[in-house]
């Protein structure tokens, strides 16, 4: 192929690029409790219902302490098949259990859920802090437990999706590189009582939206 044909050729690769990235949206969402204030730490995800699904994320390692008897952070985000490091910060003994979302008739009869559990002794003075690690290989909410400490309760929501966002305390999420079209938000929050009702929006560059959900959490 000589140097005429590939000139033209990637022309059309540069518009293509262009147009491709002048289709990309971003979408701000604001999550309200049901008394109108900021609801942290709820999970945003965004479908678009007719398009392709986006390649699942690869997977990563992150770290969720055990702090103050706190899982900290309290919820964590994270593709299917991310590896979770549990780093004991405080002196005493911890346990952690991580129970997968329930797969409903996936599962055979009689077979428990897969989940993993872990044990990790207190940290000592001037030492570097025990840890364990465990890989979260379903989608959906996991939840984490101490059997040593019944208060503490933590969430991992693992995604197959990009599309997918965590509220921080203002309430507000942020999904970047988003297709133009129709969309629909779904949010989710460890504290919900029933399922949060989808609302239907139409994406276009940056967009923002409120959702206001019947979702009270309770004080710490």
Request: proline share 9%; glycine share 8%.
């Amino acid at each position: 192929m000589n140097a005429q044909r590939l000139r033209p050729m990637a022309l059309a690769g540069a518009a293509l690029a262009l147009a491709t990235a002048a289709s990309a949206a971003s979408l701000q969402v604001t999550v309200l409790a049901r008394d109108g204030q900021p609801l942290a730490d709820a999970v945003v995800s965004v479908e678009m219902p007719g398009m392709a699904l986006p390649a699942t994320p690869a997977p990563v390692t992150v770290t969720i302490d055990q702090q103050a008897m706190r899982f900290v952070p309290a919820l964590t985000v994270v593709p299917v098949g991310s590896r979770i490091r549990f780093s004991n910060l405080d002196s005493w003994e911890h346990h952690v259990r991580a129970i997968p979302p329930d797969t409903g008739n996936s599962a055979a009869p009689g077979e428990a859920r897969r989940g993993f559990e872990l044990r990790l002794p207190g940290r000592a003075a001037h030492q570097a802090a025990p840890h364990a690690e465990g890989v979260v290989d379903s989608p959906g909410p996991w939840r984490l437990g101490c059997h040593l400490h019944g208060s503490m309760r933590g969430h991992v929501w693992v995604s197959t999706t990009p599309w997918v966002g965590k509220t921080d305390r203002a309430g507000v999420a942020q999904i970047p590189d988003l297709p133009e079209g129709n969309a629909v938000l779904r949010v989710w929050h460890s504290e919900q009582v029933v399922e949060t009702t989808p609302q239907a929006l139409t994406l276009s560059g940056s967009a923002t939206t409120r959702l206001a959900t019947a979702i009270q959490p309770r004080r710490r």
